[in-house]
């Protein structure tokens, strides 16, 4: 935005100087024009017009220099604000290809998330009432997650090794007994690598 503003600002600046070229030359024309037309004849007259020509050509070719420096300036700031619009193209070209890949990892995520809730609704349906209803009530305490893995000694809840005492309640359990971590009260899932 700021080399935009720039170049606009050139082509202002670039207009105006020749604008002030025009100006002069046609002074000089004018005056050129006097000059040749034989109407001025006193010689003092004559020569002040000449002095005159003579500076306004001056003054032209100092003005006919800032034009171009002008337009130097101004093919620089051009070639600044391509190269930066290049950028910002290509950088606009990764945010929607990035924004693109999001979508989709959205879009994938909600068809996982909507079969998982249907998985969950079919399981939730064979599981005892009383049950489901303490598994929930322990997932919304414990951030999400009612239920742990006992994995060598350890609930994989609060990553706590149960102590001996609590360890030998579990292995006493029957298999279908709920079983609950003493640390964070989560229901504790025995499998073949519980360490029991």
């Known amino acids: 935005m700021a080399a935009q503003t720039e170049e606009s600002d050139t082509a202002r600046e670039q207009t105006k100087a020749e604008q002030d070229v025009d100006q002069v030359r046609q002074r000089a024309v004018r005056d ?3 000059l040749d037309s034989g109407a001025v004849t006193s010689p003092k007259d004559l020569e ?13 070719g100092d003005l006919e220099d800032i034009v ?12 600044r604000v391509a190269e930066l619009t290049e950028r910002v193209a290509s950088v606009q070209s990764k945010i929607d290809d990035a924004t693109a890949r999001r979508d989709a990892a959205f879009d994938e995520l909600d068809g ?4 998982v809730t249907k998985e969950r609704e079919v399981i939730a349906a064979a599981v005892p009432a009383d049950l489901l209803k303490l598994y ?3 997932r ?7 239920a742990a893995k006992l994995y060598q000694r350890t609930c994989q809840g609060c990553r706590q090794e149960l102590a ?6 579990v292995r006493a359990a029957a298999p279908d007994t709920v079983v609950r971590c003493e640390n964070c009260r989560r229901i504790l899932v025995r499998t073949s690598e519980s360490g029991l």
Do not use: F, Y
Request: charged share 35%; hydrophobic share 35%; net charge negative.
């Open 68 to 79: 171009l420096e002008v337009m130097e300036r101004r093919e620089s700031v051009q070639e």
């Open 32 to 34: 050129q024009q006097r």
């Open 136 to 138: 929930d009530k322990l």
């Open 164 to 169: 001996i005492t609590e360890l030998a309640e």
């Open 112 to 115: 996982e998330a909507a079969a």
């Open 48 to 60: 002040n017009l000449q002095r005159e020509i003579a500076s306004l050509a001056k003054r032209q």
């Open 140 to 146: 919304e305490q414990q951030g999400g997650i009612g």
